[in-house]
């Protein structure tokens, strides 16, 4: 659990990006905001593709888990050296991502199937909570540092990544040894998932591409306001990790007692603060306590949703799942969130990142509706919210 707790940690590593995007955008003008965000997206869907691929090399016996946690967190940590030597041209940005994105494929996905092989139900449903309390630690520490660097030098964060390459050491020598998986030949068997896995799957994916606004926006935002200082939104974007860390610390409790609902209420969360974010974009105060607000929605739906598709894996299915929940999901959301989110509201409402903030707020006011709608009419037709019957 510590080495899970630990890699958990670099989970938000690419936050150190964030406060450098305004940055960036304006040393590639003829890309703009647009471009850039466009850019950081390849991560996500190089980590999409990536996953799957490593769950299928691991459901053939041709790779372990361990073995690919150790190799993603060395690629990652490859990130900052060449950076250091490659970051003068637009497709460098596109080849650092692709760089990140592999990385992330391979050590986030099978640390979350380590996770769900090596602990039983009832141990799971805190420790999600406290790898996610982890995650949002480490996206403070990610966010201040690199919004310091980036106010030093722009591509100061991609440097950073280079803290991973002893962290994948200390993961070889520390993570115990799995099995490869052994095929069965001629078995005629065939193992199907339990639906209710891309259920979850589906709303992390559509809470992501949400959730991925606030930070992607933030140092844009902040200079419409008049700041154009990247440690400032390195600070913004670290309180809205702050509350994803202190909701996770009291996730095991709350998930418990609301089950799903708790996604309804991280949509709620993230409602708060977007429409925050809108009213008030001059207010430096308004704009922490709202990130901090739309920050505990994290905590809230990725770490139910963690819980919910470990609780309906079993080992053949767990790297499979897991790849789908800890990459496909997210990364699909973070990829396509640009692509939907800026491009509709650059022709709605122009630049205003304000009037962003308060688009999506009511989009995803829309699927905690539906969300709300699907978890009660499954309990008053005597369901669990995970779809079991109940005796």
């Known amino acids: 659990m510590g080495t899970i707790l630990i890699i958990a940690f670099f989970q938000m590593s690419q936050q150190t990006l964030s406060p450098a995007i305004d940055t960036i955008a304006k040393l590639f003008p003829e890309q703009g905001l647009k471009g850039v965000q466009e850019a950081f997206a390849i991560i996500s869907i190089v980590a999409s593709i990536v996953g799957i691929l490593s769950a299928v090399l691991i459901n053939n016996g041709l790779m372990t888990k361990r073995g690919a946690m150790i190799g993603g967190l060395f690629v990652l940590g490859a990130t900052g050296p060449v950076a250091a030597l490659l970051h003068t041209e637009f497709w460098h940005l596109q080849l650092l991502g692709v760089m990140i994105g592999t990385a992330m494929g391979l050590y986030i996905v099978n640390t979350g199937s380590v996770l769900f092989d090596s602990f039983t139900n009832e141990e799971r449903q805190p420790i999600v909570g406290y790898q996610t309390s982890c995650i949002s630690g480490g996206g403070i520490f990610w966010s201040l540092a690199g919004g310091v660097l980036c106010s030093v030098i722009w591509y100061g964060g991609y440097l950073m990544l280079t803290l991973a390459l002893p962290l994948a050491f200390l993961a070889w020598r520390t993570v115990p040894k799995t099995p490869r998986v052994v095929r069965a030949k001629n078995s005629g068997e065939r193992v199907k998932m339990n639906p209710m896995i891309y259920y979850y799957c589906a709303i992390l994916g559509i809470f992501m591409g949400l959730y991925v606004v606030g930070g992607s926006n933030i140092s844009t935002h902040l200079a419409q306001a008049g700041s154009t200082q990247s440690a400032l939104a390195g600070a913004v974007a670290a309180v809205q990790m702050a509350g994803g860390a202190v909701c996770g610390i009291f996730f095991g409790r709350l998930s ?136």
């Not at 309804?264 to 990130?291: D, K, Y």
């Not at 409402?349 to 006011?365: C, D, K, P, W």
Request: hydrophobic letters at 55%.
């Open 256 to 391: 418990k007692k609301l089950g799903d609902l708790i996604i309804v209420a991280a949509m709620l969360a993230l409602i708060i603060g977007f429409v925050l974010l809108g009213l008030f974009p001059n207010s430096l105060v308004i704009t922490f306590i709202a990130m901090f607000i739309s920050g505990m929605s994290l905590s809230c739906t990725a770490p139910r949703v963690m819980f919910a598709v470990s609780s309906l894996s079993n080992e053949r299915t767990s790297a499979t799942s897991s790849a789908i929940a800890n990459s496909v999901a997210p990364s699909l959301g973070s990829f396509l969130s640009p692509y939907i989110f800026t491009r509709t509201t650059l022709n709605l409402f122009g630049e205003a990142t304000s009037a962003r903030y308060l688009f999506v707020a009511g989009v995803a006011a829309v699927f905690g509706i539906i969300i709300a709608v699907l978890t009660l009419n499954r309990r008053r037709r005597g369901f669990t919210d995970m779809g079991e019957k109940i005796a």
